[in-house]
């Protein structure tokens, strides 16, 4: 099971927007990775290869985007498919918008671990009840995504598709799924975590034994993951 991540910029000033001091693009690729999507791509316009340099030390790769007139969905399809084109175990793609860099690494992960539970449905993040992104399709119903019309914004072409395809929102306790860059990070809501275990399933091992205690690094952050540990491929 490989679920690759496609993030979608319209613009090159948004995929370079300052973002905690990082391109935007870099931010969001290395949240990608530490979450394990694999491969990871970044669409966007770059007519001076500055998208391009700001993750060149990363595991991501810069594509051009599809033509203007294919709309968002022709956007999402060209990035799944240059996905699949470069890992071809590839089984889910997670659609995640530029503007979405608050998304927790951990709530990658966790649509990760429900996809290798669920492989038919397409997977949507939700907090308080308002679905958000990315949303993690299943290459499987690709053929699906490209009969949404092509004048359809991305939130209606997710709602056009689920409308097709068997689907379902997975509350992730994540404020970053439906709060995007119009919100300074300071003024989000508290990471919450998921209710239940996203995959569906209960680990027992260490279940009644005393002293466990909480996995640190809940929340936006990058850690406990070592691919953003000092030093290592998310620092470089």
Same mark, same amino acid.
Do not use: C, K, N
């Given at each position: 099971? %490989? ?8 613009? %090159? ?5 300052? %973002? ?17 999507? /694999? ?5 966007? $316009? ?5 998208? =391009?340099?700001?993750? #060149? ?14 709309? $968002?969905?022709?956007?999402?399809? @060209? ?8 890992? @071809? ?12 860099? *608050? ?7 966790? /649509? ?9 449905? +397409?997977? @949507?993040?939700? *907090? ?16 699906? /995504?490209?009969?949404?019309? $092509?004048?359809?914004? $991305? +939130?209606? #072409? ?10 379902? %929102? ?7 799924? +439906?709060?995007?860059?119009?919100? #300074?990070? =300071?003024? /989000? ?26 996995? !640190? ?8 993951? !070592?691919?953003?540990? !000092? ?6």
């Amino acid at each position: 099971m %490989t679920v690759a991540a496609v993030i979608l910029s319209a613009t %090159t000033e948004g995929a370079l927007a300052d %973002t905690l001091g990082q391109p935007r693009v870099r931010r969001l690729v290395d949240l990608a990775w530490a979450g394990g999507a /694999l491969p990871v791509v970044v669409l966007s $316009p770059d007519l001076d290869g500055a998208v =391009a340099r700001s993750i #060149a030390e990363t595991e991501a790769s810069w594509h051009a985007p599809a033509p203007h007139d294919e709309g $968002p969905r022709g956007q999402m399809i @060209r990035g799944i498919e240059t996905a699949a084109a470069e890992v @071809r175990d590839t089984t889910a793609a997670l659609l995640w918008p530029a503007r979405m860099i *608050w998304v927790g690494a951990e709530t990658i992960t966790s /649509l990760i671990e429900a996809h290798g539970t669920d492989t038919g449905t +397409v997977l @949507r993040p939700s *907090w308080q009840g308002d679905a958000g992104w990315p949303v993690l399709l299943p290459l499987a119903h690709l053929e699906q /995504l490209q009969m949404v019309s $092509p004048e359809l914004d $991305p +939130v209606a #072409a997710m709602d056009a598709l689920t409308e097709s395809a068997p689907s379902r %929102t997975i509350d992730l306790g994540d404020p970053g799924v +439906v709060f995007d860059a119009s919100t #300074a990070e =300071a003024d /989000l809501p508290p990471y919450e975590g998921p209710s239940s275990p996203p995959g569906g399933h209960v680990h027992e091992w260490g279940e009644h034994v005393e002293g466990v205690s909480d996995v !640190p690094g809940e929340g936006r952050g990058l850690s406990p993951y !070592p691919q953003a540990a !000092p030093g290592g491929p998310a620092d470089a």
